[in-house]
């Protein structure tokens, strides 16, 4: 099995800061792709930030105010969150790719959210 376990959501007032942190646990050979999601209340799901070999891909509504990043020795993902704005209000989900140990399943992993309140 592997966790994604979100840290970091919380209050905040527009014009802040908040750095969310993933970590992933379990029985884990390789990781790919990993990526943050958002669910604000009343909408669906979207994309927030990717990050992969290849590079970094963020949502147009958050270019050049979030950054996402990775710490591959510690199976971390990161969502830096500069000049938040209440519409970033939403519940962020980690999400990544993942190849376990034996017996080599390729699974995709979700966490289980954490909340981001932007007040105005």
């Known amino acids: 099995q592997v966790q994604l376990v979100e840290s970091g959501g919380g209050l905040v007032q527009a014009g802040g800061s908040l750095r969310l942190s993933c970590g992933a646990s379990?029985?884990?050979?390789?990781?790919?792709?990993m990526g943050w999601y958002r669910q604000a209340p009343g909408k669906q799901r979207e994309l927030v930030a990717t990050i992969t070999r290849g590079g970094t891909n963020y949502a147009d509504s958050v270019k050049g105010r979030f950054t996402i990043s990775r710490a591959n020795a510690k199976n971390t993902l990161y969502l830096q969150m500069n000049s938040l704005k209440p519409e970033d209000t939403a519940v962020y989900y980690c999400?990544?790719?993942?190849?376990?140990?034996?017996?080599?399943?390729?699974?995709?992993?979700w966490g289980q959210g954490t909340l981001v309140t932007v007040s105005s």
């Open positions: 999400n990544c790719e993942v190849v376990t140990t034996a017996p080599f399943k390729s699974l995709e992993v």
């Open positions: 379990g029985s884990i050979l390789t990781i790919g792709a």
